[in-house]
């Protein structure tokens, strides 16, 4: 697949789903004002947040597609990762404003006006939401894209508090109030806890985590026959942009040509057998007696 036509795909997906986001974000609301349920609305907020991602996975796939230049001579793809965690910092706003409102009502109660239509939006709200999790997960993992695995991750969570909410509605029916405002409370460690989960995964790929284990890579170039052996092996990027740099040992008395050929098969080798490796860097070292 070409980035031309990664970028389409990832673009298109988002499209859809910000649509859908901001129709159940509106029916959540609309529904949760009327009803004066806290955990409904906060949920409300919480797809309007997920709207809000989308949009800003938009502007950084547009940036991510451009190819390498000579200031960025590793390519713009980063950006996805630091759009995520524009995404978990926006998460963490939300569920800030979730909590100052589950506080003031507790100082400032309101019983919420339980009605069958507030059963009939969330649940086709879950059925919406299962629907563009599993979705967005199958597409994000067949692209490698941080961007729609980050927003799927944000959405599931948006089914836990839906579901939360359902309790809430239920146990608001039967007499038990104060249950509303501990469900939004809830809501707001949920959003939380993704926003966390996407900040510690964002970051593995800006600080360069390693992603490829080194036996892994030491197994493919140990095939070559001429290798004598490999070391200080690193790893950085993300998975479909993965950047190695090794150290090959060959033969002291092979010449240039040689070991620039064997470098190549190398390089060749693991781009061949491992999904994403976009760059190798081989640095030859003589050795002796072995």
């Not at 409370?185 to 939380?192: D, E, M, Y």
């Not at 900040?199 to 493919?220: A, E, M, Q, Y």
């Amino acid at each position: 697949m070409t980035e031309q036509t990664r970028y389409y795909t990832i673009r298109n997906v988002l499209l859809g789903i910000l649509l859908l986001n901001w129709g159940v974000a509106l029916a959540k609301l609309l529904c949760g004002r009327y009803i004066g349920s806290a955990s409904m609305v906060a949920d409300g907020y919480h797809s309007l947040s997920d709207g809000a991602s989308n949009i800003i996975g938009l502007i950084a796939i547009s940036i991510s597609v451009q190819p390498a230049d000579g200031n960025h001579p590793y390519g713009h793809k980063k950006f996805e990762s630091f759009a995520s965690i524009a995404i978990a910092l926006l998460l963490f706003i939300v569920s800030i404003d979730i909590l100052r409102e589950a506080f003031d009502r507790l100082s400032k109660p309101i019983i919420p006006d339980v009605t069958p239509s507030s059963f009939i939006i969330m649940a086709i709200v879950l059925f919406v939401n299962i629907l563009v999790v599993s979705y967005e997960t199958r597409i994000g993992k067949r692209l490698h894209s941080d961007i729609l695995t980050s927003d799927a991750l944000h959405t599931l969570s948006d089914i836990f508090v839906s579901l939360s909410v359902v309790i809430t509605l239920i146990a608001v029916r039967l007499g038990v109030t104060w249950l509303d405002v501990i469900a939004a409370i809830v809501i707001a460690g949920l959003i939380l806890k993704s926003g966390i989960e996407i900040l510690f995964r964002s970051s593995d790929v800006l600080c360069d985590r390693i992603i490829v284990d080194p036996s892994v890579i030491t197994h493919f170039v140990l095939s070559i026959p001429e290798v004598k052996g490999c070391h200080k092996i690193r790893t950085r990027g993300r998975k479909d942009d993965i950047h190695i740099d090794l150290h090959l040992l060959v033969a002291d008395n092979m010449n240039v040509q040689n070991a620039h050929i064997i470098s190549n098969q190398v390089e060749d080798t693991l781009k061949k057998n491992i999904p994403g490796v976009s760059d190798v860097v081989v640095h030859i070292e003589p050795v002796t007696n072995i």
